[in-house]
């Protein structure tokens, strides 16, 4: 398993750089399963065609680039308050006489 793992990170640095990105910015997932399929059909390719297929998995992986991060919010997080568990029903005071 580790193995595999390494061999997905490199190649999505390979990715990475052939598009001029951060490595973060390709996804993890859809760049493991481009890859399984790509093996998945490497075992009925002749060797020679393998260095070839390669350089088409590094070209299609622009469609894994995903979008820049957006920024945080300027204000701290604030937390809300907590719904009650059912409706209450509050009496209204009457005024007295002084």
Not at 15 to 20: D, L, N
Not at 23 to 41: H, K, T
Not at 53 to 64: D, W
Not at 75 to 91: E, F, I, N, S
Request: proline residues 7%; without cysteine; charged residues 30%.
């Amino acid at each position: 398993i580790l193995t595999s793992y390494n061999i997905v990170r490199l190649e999505m640095a390979a990715m990475a750089k052939e598009h001029k990105v951060e490595p973060l910015r390709i996804s993890f997932l859809n760049a493991l399963y481009l890859i399984q399929d790509e093996f998945i059909w490497a075992s009925g390719r002749s060797p020679g065609a393998i260095p070839n297929a390669l350089k088409m998995l590094r070209e299609n992986g622009k469609r894994l680039i995903l979008p820049n991060k957006r920024k945080r919010k300027a204000y701290p997080r604030a937390v809300l308050k907590r719904p009650a568990k059912y409706p209450t029903r509050t009496r209204e005071k009457k005024a007295t006489r002084s």
